[in-house]
């Protein structure tokens, strides 16, 4: 590939240069927790690709969206990105609850997207109580005792590696360096190589696409079952 003139010549592009050789790394060196990644990606597209008219509609939608979340998770944690991707799986999670919560309740999905019309304080605060994580993730637990206890683990497990500026993701992000007047040198770290930090994120991403694609299963049981994704899903949520 020929890079564009000037690429490299400034920080931004050095940075993102260096994002890419440790996605390069982690592919080559991690190669059987790449190949969990791969296949759950695989996974969603056999379940999301030529799909007509699926049933409920509304959700699809919204599993999209959490795919797409966690391919720009993969892409992040391969990178070195730890603490950032932990944001992107708190989005695949909540677009998977939100699809499941919504389901096929036209009349909720319509409250859902007139969220930003001009409304009273009143309106504004009714739709706070409807949408909540609470109320999202008791639906799920309500169809699925195992996955509700996942779907919130994994979401609190996001918020404190980072979804949320949180003690437990600023000390994986940063670390103090001794120097030889005693003086301290607080380094915030960008991109992680090698170690605890990232199988860690690494498994957490599969975790989490993992997760989704359950709360797919219980929204399109017969699809799941058609496409063969149900088997599938359970021979890998063994590893994990």
């Not at 969220?115 to 409807?130: A, C």
């Not at 997760?211 to 799941?224: D, E, G, N, Q, S």
Request: one cysteine or more; hydrophobic letters at 40%; glycine letters at 8%.
């Amino acid at each position: 590939m020929i890079l564009p003139t000037d690429w490299g010549n400034d920080a931004l592009t050095q940075y993102l240069d260096a994002h890419r050789f440790n996605q390069l790394a982690t592919f080559a060196n991690k190669k059987s927790q790449l190949n969990d990644l791969i296949e759950i990606d695989s996974m969603f597209r056999k379940l999301l690709d030529g799909a007509i008219n699926p049933k409920p509609f509304l959700p699809f939608g919204f599993i999209f969206r959490a795919h797409s979340a966690y391919l720009s998770a993969c892409s992040s944690v391969m990178g070195g990105q730890l603490y950032e991707a932990q944001s992107l799986l708190r989005v695949a999670l909540e677009q998977a609850g939100y699809g499941h919560y919504i389901g096929s309740d036209e009349a909720r999905w319509k409250r859902w997207m007139a969220r930003e019309e001009p409304r009273s304080r009143s309106q504004k605060d009714k739709w706070r109580e409807e949408f909540t994580h609470g109320k999202v993730a008791k639906a799920i637990t309500a169809a699925d005792g195992s996955v509700g206890e996942i779907y919130n683990q994994l979401y609190e497990r996001s918020i404190s590696y980072g979804a949320h500026p949180n003690q437990l993701g600023d000390s994986m992000g940063s670390a103090i360096e001794d120097l030889e007047d005693g003086g301290k040198h607080f380094l915030t770290i960008y991109l992680h190589g090698n170690g605890i930090a990232l199988d860690f994120a690494i498994k957490s991403t599969s975790q989490v696409g993992l997760c989704v694609l359950r709360i797919a299963k219980i929204i399109y049981p017969f699809r799941m079952q058609a496409t063969g994704l149900d088997l599938e899903l359970d021979a890998i949520c063994q590893r994990f």
